[in-house]
């Protein structure tokens, strides 16, 4: 007999549940970043700047302000250029996963075989995986227009949206310029 809306007393809540919550809350802290999309593609707050000085200034801003947003928009970009590559989407995907992983949800430092590796180790490690992967499933080309796509409009974006309304913590501003721009700050 179901009981709905009861709490279970007993012991057949198994650890795979409590493994499952605590990814789900580990991926949502992790992409608590990305911002409202309303937000950055407000028409009010574009416009062009005064100077190259200033554009690099906006870029800067907006890159560590709306860096989630971005992702988001590049993967989609890729992601949409690989529907009619169904191996290298598959294999796209898996790489995503083990971006999410290894790199975005990691809160303990990686430690294999017992030695420890660093972030920027893994970034490289996972970035070098993920190309020849794809470079293996022949879509080079694709891959690398879609790419270029992806960071035209990023830079596009950054360049025209204003920066005057956009409120960073002093954190993320300095582990965005320390880290390179990185999903990660260095810990």
Do not use: C
């Amino acid at each position: 007999m179901t009981n709905y809306g009861t709490i279970p007393t007993s012991s057949a809540a198994t650890g795979g549940a409590y493994i499952s919550r605590a990814a789900k809350d580990r991926i949502r802290d992790g992409l608590g970043t990305l911002r409202p999309w309303k937000s950055m593609l407000d028409f009010r707050s574009l416009g062009l700047p005064g100077t190259l000085a200033d554009a690099i200034g906006r870029l800067k801003t907006n890159s560590a302000y709306f860096r989630m947003n971005y992702a988001v928009i590049v993967l989609g970009i890729l992601f949409l250029s690989l529907l009619w590559h169904p191996i290298s989407l598959i294999v796209f995907i898996a790489a995503m996963a083990g971006w999410l992983f290894l790199y975005f949800l990691r809160d303990e430092p990686l430690v294999v075989f017992g030695r420890l590796i660093g972030d920027q180790a893994v970034l490289i490690g996972l970035s070098v995986l993920t190309v020849a992967l794809l470079l293996l499933t022949d879509v080079l080309w694709n891959t690398v227009g879609s790419l270029l796509v992806g960071a035209a409009l990023v830079v596009a974006h950054g360049v025209v949206r204003k920066t005057e309304d956009l409120f960073l913590d002093e954190e993320e501003t300095a582990g965005f310029l320390a880290g390179g721009g990185g999903g990660r700050s260095s810990s």
